[in-house]
């Protein structure tokens, strides 16, 4: 089997590799026995190949072969993507010869270990969560979240800010997403325009950008069902005169590339896109939005990167676009399931050129730290 040799995922391996960082999340160290350890190498026709290490209750997964496997699993990208979202049964794709394992004891633990359904079953939601047949309800979540932000108290700060984001709805809807919140954020899950931020994270991180200068251009990497986006222009447009807002993803508006399938969110952005004259969609990576930034001639004030949460994706878009950014905030930096996003921005907020702000509150009844938010402001701005 050929095997891709780019050292950047393109729009058709971007789904792979999205998917193959989000296995880790599916372990289940219950489930284990005592001391469970193991290396498994997945070589994969059509994308990159990757490593997957379990040891001391912890899995991580990087990508390329290292060290020496246990097994090693050889497939194509679509045989792949069918395992991991349920289309397709292993046995089958086994005996068809579509999937090719070295060793089948590994693989047996491994499929005992790891509970996929976690990663693709959508929860119950609420019966007024907007859908894309159901345009007065696209325009019932966009217009929750204006009135929040209208709302918005400044004198109250990044309290007023919380708040607003809360009114506005949180996305997690999924079993695994929501374990990642506090039980008290539940009921705002699921609905509303879906931010996929801790609130009291947030709203400081949002507050302390907008002290710092004004704020006409934004632009955000990786805008998922678009939440954090929508609001974030919302608040421009109302607090710092907004000019322009660009969001960019590899997937279509409002998706998620490793959630195949609907979710309560589906439509939302497209709809807000529709109806802003100063709000851009482009879908594509940041070299697409430098592109286009230089064309204009135009500089961001803020930039929020959020796509891909390996270290390399992630120091590429920044990277890319450093120079065309006065303040760049880099997302899940305190986050367990990324650990190349946090090692990416202790070497960021060390930059010399750089005053650095982190904004990484937990909750207390949550296993596990997740999100954060570093901001990078350029001293000579």
Same mark, same amino acid.
């Given at each position: 089997?050929?095997?891709?040799?780019?050292?950047?995922?393109?729009?058709?391996?971007?789904?792979?590799?999205?998917?193959?960082?989000?296995?880790?999340?599916?372990?289940?160290?219950?489930?284990?026995?005592?001391?469970?350890?193991?290396?498994?190498?997945?070589?994969?026709?059509?994308?990159?190949?990757?490593?997957?290490?379990?040891?001391?209750?912890?899995?991580?997964?990087?990508?390329?072969?290292?060290?020496?496997?246990?097994?090693?699993?050889?497939?194509?990208?679509?045989?792949?993507?069918?395992?991991?979202?349920?289309?397709?049964?292993?046995?089958?794709?086994?005996?068809? +010869? $579509?999937? !090719?394992?070295?060793?089948?004891? %590994?693989?047996?633990?491994?499929?005992?270990?790891?509970?996929? *359904? #976690?990663? @693709?079953?959508?929860?119950?939601?609420?019966?007024?969560?907007?859908?894309?047949?159901?345009?007065?309800?696209?325009?019932?979540?966009?217009?929750?979240?204006?009135?929040?932000?209208?709302?918005?108290?400044?004198?109250?700060?990044?309290?007023?800010?919380?708040?607003?984001?809360?009114?506005?709805?949180?996305?997690?809807?999924?079993?695994?997403?929501?374990?990642?919140?506090?039980?008290?954020?539940?009921?705002?899950? +699921? $609905?509303? !325009?879906?931010?996929?931020?801790? %609130?009291?994270?947030?709203?400081?991180?949002?507050?302390?950008? *907008? #002290?710092? @200068?004004?704020?006409?251009?934004?632009?955000?990497?990786?805008?998922?069902?678009?939440?954090?986006?929508?609001?974030?222009?919302?608040?421009?447009?109302?607090?710092?005169?907004?000019?322009?807002?660009?969001?960019?993803?590899?997937?279509?508006?409002?998706?998620?590339?490793?959630?195949?399938?609907?979710?309560?969110?589906?439509?939302?952005?497209?709809?807000?896109?529709?109806?802003?004259?100063?709000?851009?969609?482009?879908?594509?990576?940041?070299?697409?939005?430098?592109?286009?930034?230089?064309?204009?001639?135009?500089?961001?004030?803020?930039?929020?990167?959020?796509?891909?949460?390996?270290?390399?994706?992630?120091?590429?878009?920044?990277?890319?676009?450093?120079?065309?950014?006065?303040?760049?905030?880099?997302?899940?930096?305190?986050?367990?399931?990324?650990?190349?996003?946090?090692?990416?921005?202790?070497?960021?907020?060390?930059?010399?050129?750089?005053?650095?702000?982190?904004?990484?509150?937990?909750?207390?009844?949550?296993?596990?730290?997740?999100?954060?938010?570093?901001?990078?402001?350029?001293?000579?701005?």
């Amino acid at each position: 089997m050929s095997n891709s040799n780019e050292s950047t995922p393109s729009p058709q391996e971007e789904p792979v590799a999205e998917a193959m960082r989000n296995v880790p999340r599916a372990f289940q160290p219950d489930r284990a026995e005592p001391g469970y350890a193991t290396a498994i190498h997945f070589i994969i026709d059509g994308a990159f190949s990757y490593t997957l290490i379990v040891a001391e209750g912890i899995a991580e997964m990087s990508r390329g072969l290292s060290g020496a496997p246990d097994t090693t699993l050889k497939t194509d990208r679509n045989t792949l993507m069918g395992l991991l979202d349920g289309t397709l049964d292993a046995a089958a794709a086994f005996l068809e +010869g $579509k999937l !090719v394992i070295d060793e089948l004891g %590994p693989i047996m633990k491994f499929v005992a270990y790891f509970d996929f *359904s #976690r990663l @693709r079953e959508i929860a119950p939601t609420d019966p007024t969560t907007p859908s894309a047949s159901a345009p007065e309800k696209l325009e019932q979540a966009i217009t929750r979240c204006v009135h929040a932000v209208a709302s918005i108290d400044p004198t109250r700060a990044a309290s007023a800010i919380e708040d607003a984001v809360l009114q506005s709805g949180l996305y997690p809807y999924l079993p695994w997403q929501l374990a990642e919140f506090p039980h008290h954020l539940h009921d705002a899950c +699921g $609905k509303g !325009v879906g931010l996929w931020q801790y %609130p009291r994270q947030f709203s400081k991180y949002i507050e302390c950008a *907008s #002290r710092r @200068r004004p704020i006409a251009r934004y632009a955000e990497i990786g805008v998922a069902a678009g939440g954090t986006f929508m609001l974030t222009t919302e608040y421009l447009r109302r607090f710092h005169g907004l000019v322009k807002s660009y969001a960019v993803d590899l997937a279509a508006p409002g998706k998620v590339c490793y959630l195949p399938g609907a979710s309560p969110f589906d439509g939302i952005l497209d709809h807000y896109l529709h109806q802003h004259s100063d709000v851009v969609f482009l879908q594509g990576d940041a070299a697409l939005l430098a592109a286009r930034l230089e064309r204009e001639g135009t500089k961001l004030d803020l930039l929020l990167i959020d796509g891909d949460h390996s270290y390399e994706g992630a120091r590429r878009d920044f990277e890319v676009l450093r120079a065309h950014a006065s303040m760049i905030a880099l997302h899940d930096i305190a986050s367990d399931p990324f650990p190349g996003v946090r090692k990416l921005w202790e070497e960021l907020k060390a930059l010399p050129d750089y005053d650095a702000a982190e904004f990484v509150d937990q909750y207390d009844n949550v296993q596990g730290r997740f999100l954060g938010i570093g901001l990078l402001m350029s001293r000579d701005a």
